[in-house]
């Protein structure tokens, strides 16, 4: 049985981790090498780097991060933020990364997590949804583009369908309304959408102690994803871990072989 | 002293992440494409991602099938990884039914419907028969991802992966021909003791 996957989420700028956690015997809390081994010993499954750079120059450092998290690094990981073409997505995969996530330019031009699909398999063809809950007596949410500023109008779960047909291998759902509040994941949302489409989907938004992430799963997440929490030394994997253990989910723990 | 490797490169995934698990697990792999050099290679590993059809297209291309023969003729260990194990089978049914390099006895088919495809995620493997790349001991943690699986022959299938009632071979061996469905090289520790027990398999004749 597959287990459900703990993926901590680091923000990435100009090739340094602005946001990730904490580990004390770090030399370079910023070095995305140090992070993401650090993260790897204290038994994250995944890890998801998000590219926050707002200037090209800088974005170009992140096929380099890539590279050398690629070389160091024995367990998977995706990188996303800003990734506008199916170029911009062979470079990063050709560098190491074993997921490309789409967002804002698969909306725009939806063709393109067809593309992406076809470059090394829908495996590494993620798309992350951002949804916000819109007001009515069935519950329904809309995408949002532009990390979560503009509204598009579409329904996340036609969208994630569209986007399965299309070739999406994993959908990174984020809650709008819960990312950052520490409420726990949007349990609505997360069935809405994990019973909808076939594959993977990683619940995100809303993390704040390890029931949370059992909830998440309960509610058909197969991975779930934080920043935060993890970030700020609040939870650490170990013990989201063995909450989820405890209360009957699959999971990769203890660690020892 | 390192263990000598030949990686095969057919231009397809991500092949710096198997170069160095491989020298994490103690080997000192060598990137070809050369027909010639892969057949006179100490092992090989064949990794890969992508799929079926355009992983034939270009094994085709480089004489692999031939390659290979020399390499196993020789008893140089062989392993294949994710669609690299794929590809060793006799026929698969990714971009239309395509014939293998056939050095293994079964077939390539998708995932059936009403599990989740893909297969992503980590699951302890469990073993049905010994096989040279796993201890006695525990079974390791293993990372999948994969929308095909091999319908491998029961004399060849060494570990299964249980996907919700689907039986996915997952350590398949014959002789000097090895396959890995998941990815050792992303599978954290365990992954890197089955890539170091590959690399002390006794290396080919001169």
């Not at chain 1, 367990?75 to 996530?101: H, M, Y």
């Not at chain 2, 160095?20 to 092992?43: C, F, K, N, W, Y």
């Not at chain 2, 890995?180 to 170091?196: D, T």
């Amino acid at each position: 049985m597959l287990t459900r996957r703990i993926v901590p989420c680091l923000d990435v700028k100009g090739g340094r981790v602005v946001k990730g956690v904490r580990f004390e015997e770090l030399r370079d809390a910023g070095d995305p090498v140090e992070q993401a081994r650090a993260y790897g010993r204290a038994g994250a499954d995944e890890l998801c780097f998000l590219d926050i750079s707002a200037s090209l120059e800088a974005r170009g450092t992140l096929v380099a991060l890539v590279e050398r998290v690629a070389r160091e690094l024995s367990i998977p990981f995706a990188v996303g933020g800003g990734v506008r073409t199916v170029q911009d997505a062979e470079a990063l995969l050709r560098a190491g990364a074993d997921k490309v996530s789409l967002n804002t330019a698969a909306l725009s031009d939806p063709s393109l997590i067809t593309a992406v699909a076809r470059l090394t398999g829908s495996q590494s063809a993620l798309v992350a949804i951002d949804a916000k809950r819109l007001g009515g007596p069935t519950p329904s949410w809309e995408v949002y583009s532009h990390g979560g500023t503009r509204p598009t109008g579409r329904e996340a779960v036609a969208w994630a369908r569209e986007a399965v047909d299309r070739g999406a291998g994993e959908i990174l759902l984020t809650s709008i309304d819960r990312d950052g509040t520490g409420a726990g994941f949007e349990v609505e949302l997360t069935r809405a959408i994990a019973s909808a489409v076939p594959v993977p989907v990683i619940a995100s938004g809303g993390a704040g102690n390890p029931a949370h992430f059992a909830d998440a799963f309960a509610a058909g997440a197969a991975a779930a994803l934080a920043a935060t929490v993890f970030h700020f030394g609040t939870l650490s994997v170990a013990q989201v871990k063995e909450e989820c253990a405890r209360r009957g989910l699959p999971m990769r723990w203890p660690l020892e072989e | 002293m390192s263990a000598r490797v030949t990686v095969v490169d057919l231009g397809l995934g991500n092949l710096g992440s198997v170069m160095q698990a491989l020298v994490r697990a103690g080997g000192e792999p060598r990137l070809s494409a050369d027909a010639v050099e892969i057949g006179r290679s100490a092992r090989v590993v064949l990794p890969g991602v992508a799929a079926f059809g355009l992983g034939m297209d270009r094994a085709q291309r480089l004489g692999l099938r031939a390659a290979l023969d020399r390499a196993l003729q020789r008893h140089a260990p062989v392993l294949g990884i994710c669609l690299g194990m794929q590809i060793l089978f006799e026929e698969g049914e990714e971009d239309g039914l395509r014939q293998g390099l056939g050095f293994l006895p079964g077939r390539v088919t998708r995932l059936p419907a009403g599990v989740q495809v893909p297969h992503i995620g980590w699951q302890r493997l469990e073993t049905t028969a010994p096989s040279p790349l796993l201890t006695e001991a525990a079974a390791p943690w293993a990372y999948f991802a994969n929308s095909y699986r091999c319908e491998a022959a029961a004399d060849v299938t060494q570990a299964v992966a249980d996907h919700s009632g689907v039986r996915i071979a997952a350590v398949v061996g014959r002789a000097n021909v090895h396959g890995v469905q998941f990815h050792p090289e992303k599978s954290a520790r365990g992954g890197e003791a089955l890539l170091a027990r590959f690399l002390r398999l006794p290396e080919a004749l001169p």
